[in-house]
DNA sequence: AATTATACTGAATATATATACAGTATAATA
DNA sequence: TATTATACTGTATATATATTCAGTATAATT
C-alpha cells in the first residue's frame, strides 16, 4: 500500500461516505458532483491511481463497480469455532469437535486468535475461569512463563499455567487448591502447546 | 414490514449476498442469472414487491441503486461504554465515568445488554469474576434470586449475588469468603439495583 | 533534459442498466 | 365473480455510466 496524495484521499473518503450513506458506491458523475470537477475524467483518473496503489477494485464494464479493497479499518467480524475440550483421544482441532462457531470481531482480544475452547472442569477456577466459559485461544509456541497454555499430553488437553525454570522441565500449573502441578520431564514425556489463552467470555 | 413470500426472500438474499461478495447491489441482469430468470422484468417486479414490503429501498433511475433497509438482520456491531465502578460519589452511568468504548456485535450474550463495566476488587473471585474483567450489564428490574447484580447502596456500587427469601430482606452475597454477606432491610435502606450481569470478557 | 505522476477540462461513445409495455398463467382475496 | 398479488417470458428504449481520446499545466523523479 503506497502512499496517497491529498485529492486521492478525498476521492477514497468520498467513496466511503457514499456507500455507508446510500448502500452502493458512486459514479464518476457522483464523485465530480460532490468534490467540484467538471469533468468525469478527474474523478476517473484519480479512480484508476487509487486502484494502482491498492486502495480500490474497479470491476471493469461495470456501473459503480468500485470497491474498497481494505474494510479492515471497518467491522471486520469472523466466525470462530467453537472447540469442545475433548478429555482424550481426537485432536483438537478436528472438525467434528466444533460444536458450533461463533459470531466475534477481529482482534477483539487486542491480539488476533483462532478458536473459543469450551472449558470443562474447575481446575483453573482460582484465575476466574469456569466451566463453560469460552476461551480465546491464540495457536502459538510463544509461550512465557505464568501464560496460560492449552497443552497435550499423551492426546489429553488440558489448561494450565505454563511454567518452565529449568530447560527439560516444564510445570503444569492449576489454579485451584483441589488439582495439583503436573511436572513434565520433556525427555520422557512429550509435551505439545497448542497455544495460549488471550481471551475469555462467559455468557450468563 | 409484512410477509415475504420464498421468491422474494431468494431475491433478498441474492441482494445481501451479491454485496457481501462485491462490494455493490446487484443489476436486475444480476438477479436473473443468479436465479436463474429470462426476463429483466422477472427481477424488476420482485424488487417492486420487496420495496412496496418495506424490505428494500430502490433508488429511481439509478444504476444498483437497491439498498436494504434493514441491515439490523446483518453484522450490526454497536459501540459499549465501559464504565469504571466507581467506590463513591457520582451516579454509574455518568459521561465522567466513561473509560472507553468497546466495540461488540448487539446480542453477544444472547441477551441484549446496555454497558461494560470494570470490575474492581476481588469480591466475586469464586463466581470468576476477577479484577479488570467487563461484565456486560443489563439495565433491568427483572432479578431473580442467584443473579449476579450490579447494586447500588448509599451512592455506593457493588457487584454481588441477589438472594431475597424475606419480602423486606435482601442478601447481597459475594462469592469470596474473605468478604462477609451484606444483609439490607428495604425500611431502612435504599437499595437501587442498576441491573444484572449477562456476561463477561477477559482480556489477556 | 526527459519522463512520469498528479490534477484537471471537455467532448465523444459504446454499452450497461433501469424501466415501461405487452403478454401468459396460477393462486389468493374480496 | 371480479380483483389483486404472485411469478414469469420477451421486446424495446431512454438514459445512466464507464471509458477512451485530446488537451493543458505543474510538480516530482530519473
Redesign the pocket.
Known sequence: MKNI????SKVLDCIQIHIKKTGFPP???DICKELG??????A???LR?LEKKGFIN?E??????ISITNPEAEVQEDEYPIIGLVAAGSPTLATENVEKVFNCPKGFFGSNFDYFLRVRGLSMKDAGIMEDDLIAVKKTQDIRNGDIVIARIDDEVTVKYFHRHSPNIVHLQPANEEFSDIEIDLKETELFIEGKSVGLIREN
Do not use: L, M, V
Not at 5 to 8: L, N
Not at 60 to 65: A, K, L, Q, V, Y
Open positions: 496524495t491529498s485529492q486521492q459514479t464518476r458523475a470537477f467538471k469533468s468525469p475524467n478527474s476517473e483518473t484519480h491511481a474497479i471493469s464494464g461495470t456501473s459503480r463497480g
